[in-house]
């Protein structure tokens, strides 16, 4: 956990009753964005972290393509600057998550936090965020970030010349796979079925293109790796129409088997589609089906899920939740 992060402080005393104009759920680049641009309009935003303070980059190292940083930053201290500029603003950040929420009686709306504090807010910017989905392999998690990753925009840029493996076979894998081609020298599919789930148009692509190959009825068993601090180094591999188990030398690990967004939280009292992501029913616009409860970021976004796109929706929470509280 980063300095500032490790410094918040639940000021919530168990059974307390925090009244806010603007509730903010979640630290991540949506999240503190929000409350940068809500400070700043003199809302006096509370930010609830939840379970992870910083969001997903405080999982990663290097972040190459965040604007205004002319040579890489780390995740964790971009979320560090973020979470610093939040408070600097006039937020009020607590260390808390919350459990259950009330949005059936409309605005203030209720919600319950794991400190036993209770939220009345005016309005809420939920940006719970996302989270990869992870095939549970031995060396998986240990080699996150030394050439297992679950996103190509982020990490393809490391790839270059290099050979990479693409698990999955849905829409993610076979987006993930082309986006490679603009960096790595081969790519590799991995996937366990003998065709594709991903859409035709998609597909097509995929097989017209050079340096793509594909593994069927291959399923990944674990990841190899050498060195101190290790990189990795190839795939343990298993034919599951012959049994055969044999290992391929690869550079590079992209897990694209889909993501989940946080919110079951909000079933039966928000529209969710059928990945459960939060619907925004009108476009260019962050409001959710029930008024006053806005979201942002990577969850309501499957396409871009990037820093910069949850911390761009995160601006137009605030703006959104502001005319909406000046309409009240
Ligand atoms: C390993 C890795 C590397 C990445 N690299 C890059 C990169 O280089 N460039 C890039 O642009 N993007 C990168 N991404 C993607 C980027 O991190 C996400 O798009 C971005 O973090 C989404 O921001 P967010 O604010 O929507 O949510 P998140 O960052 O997912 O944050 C969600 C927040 O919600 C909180 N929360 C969840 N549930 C609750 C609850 N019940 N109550 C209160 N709070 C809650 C969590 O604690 C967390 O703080 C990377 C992602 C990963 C996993």
């Given at each position: 956990?980063?300095?500032?992060?490790?410094?918040?402080h639940?000021q919530?005393?168990?059974?307390?009753t925090?009244?806010?104009?603007l509730?903010?759920?979640?630290?991540?680049?949506?999240?503190?964005?929000?409350?940068i641009?809500?400070?700043?309009a003199?809302?006096?935003?509370?930010?609830?972290?939840?379970?992870?303070?910083?969001?997903q980059?405080?999982?990663?190292?290097?972040?190459?393509?965040y604007p205004?940083?002319?040579?890489?930053i780390?995740?964790?201290?971009?979320?560090?600057?973020?979470?610093?500029?939040?408070?600097?603003?006039?937020?009020?950040?607590e260390?808390?998550l919350?459990?259950s929420?009330?949005?059936?009686?409309?605005?203030?709306?209720?919600?319950?936090?794991?400190?036993?504090?209770?939220?009345?807010a005016r309005?809420?910017?939920?940006a719970?965020?996302?989270q990869?989905?992870?095939?549970?392999?031995p060396?998986?998690?240990?080699?996150?970030?030394?050439?297992?990753?679950?996103?190509?925009t982020?990490?393809g840029?490391?790839?270059?010349?290099?050979?990479?493996?693409?698990v999955?076979?849905?829409?993610?894998?076979?987006?993930?796979?082309?986006?490679?081609?603009?960096?790595?020298?081969?790519?590799?599919?991995?996937?366990?079925?003998?065709?594709?789930?991903?859409?035709?148009?998609?597909?097509e692509?995929l097989?017209?293109?050079?340096?793509?190959?594909v593994?069927?009825?291959?399923?990944?068993?674990?990841?190899?790796?050498?060195?101190?601090?290790?990189?990795?180094t190839?795939?343990v591999l298993?034919?599951?129409?012959n049994?055969?188990?044999?290992s391929?030398?690869?550079?590079?690990?992209?897990?694209?088997?889909?993501?989940t967004?946080?919110?079951?939280?909000?079933?039966?009292?928000?529209?969710?589609?059928?990945?459960?992501?939060?619907?925004?029913?009108?476009?260019?616009?962050?409001?959710?089906?029930?008024?006053?409860?806005?979201?942002?970021?990577?969850?309501?976004?499957?396409?871009?899920?990037?820093?910069?796109?949850?911390?761009?929706?995160?601006?137009?929470a605030?703006?959104?939740?502001?005319?909406?509280?000046?309409?009240?």
């Open positions: 956990m980063s300095q500032i992060h490790s410094q918040i639940s919530a005393n168990t059974s307390q925090l009244a806010t104009n509730l903010i759920l979640g630290s991540g680049p949506a999240g503190y964005t929000a409350a641009y809500a400070a700043r003199n809302l006096s935003p509370v930010l609830v972290t939840g379970l992870q303070p910083g969001g980059l405080t999982i990663t190292t290097e972040v190459e393509n205004g940083f002319a040579t890489a780390q995740g964790p201290r971009l979320m560090e600057q973020m979470a610093q500029q939040a408070v600097h603003t006039g937020t009020r950040i260390y808390d919350i459990t929420v009330d949005f059936s009686h409309g605005s203030p709306f209720h919600l319950m936090g794991d400190s036993g504090t209770t939220y009345k309005s809420v910017i939920i719970t965020g996302a990869a989905r992870w095939l549970g392999l060396n998986e998690k240990r080699l996150q970030g030394a050439g297992v990753s679950a996103c190509a982020c990490d840029f490391f790839y270059r010349g290099k050979n990479v493996v693409v999955g076979g849905g829409n993610t894998a076979v987006e993930e796979a082309l986006y490679l081609t603009h960096h790595a020298a081969h790519v590799t599919v991995i996937h366990r079925r003998d065709k594709f789930r991903a859409e035709k148009v998609l597909q692509r097989f017209n293109e050079k340096k793509i190959s593994l069927w009825n291959t399923i990944v068993e674990d990841i190899l790796s050498a060195g101190t601090p290790p990189v990795v190839g795939v298993r034919d599951i129409q049994n055969r188990q044999y391929l030398q690869t550079d590079g690990v992209f897990i694209a088997i889909g993501h967004p946080t919110t079951s939280l909000f079933q039966g009292q928000l529209e969710l589609d059928s990945e459960g992501y939060i619907v925004i029913p009108t476009p260019r616009s962050t409001q959710t089906s029930v008024p006053g409860i806005f979201a942002a970021g990577d969850v309501q976004d499957k396409i871009y899920r990037q820093a910069v796109t949850a911390a761009g929706t995160g601006c137009m605030a703006l959104d939740a502001e005319r909406f509280l000046s309409g009240l």
